[in-house]
């Protein structure tokens, strides 16, 4: 069945960096465009940032242009989300999933950036 396990997360102050990793299987990864999405307590998921499905193409969220790259490797089935200079609005649970239908989502990863 299709399973997404995301990793990566954790505590981080103000001005750090983080880099996610999402191992995907179930699917065809090599032939869908993949996304993260966060979801920030109290709030609605959003979608951060896609990248298509050979990697040539990418798009971010406003609020996340110029602090994070997403990647993939679709020899490992996985996706990645570098993510530099946060803040503490980017802490949220962080999911990977396909793009633009979603299948079952993953655990997530959680990101705290706090002083």
């Known amino acids: 069945q299709v399973q997404f396990v995301e990793s990566g997360g954790g505590l981080v102050q103000p001005g750090g960096s983080l880099r996610l990793s999402c191992a995907a299987s179930g699917f065809t990864f090599s032939g869908s465009p993949m996304s993260w999405y966060r979801q920030a307590p109290g709030k609605e998921r959003e979608l951060v940032a896609l990248i298509s499905s050979l990697g040539l193409s990418t798009n971010y969220a406003d609020s996340m242009k110029g602090r994070c790259t997403i990647s993939r490797d679709n020899a490992k089935n996985t996706l990645y989300l570098e993510m530099n200079s946060l803040n503490v609005e980017d802490t949220a649970v962080y999911y990977c999933?396909?793009?633009?239908?979603?299948?079952?989502w993953g655990q997530g990863t959680r990101v705290t950036v706090t002083s």
């Open positions: 999933n396909a793009y633009p239908t979603p299948l079952p």
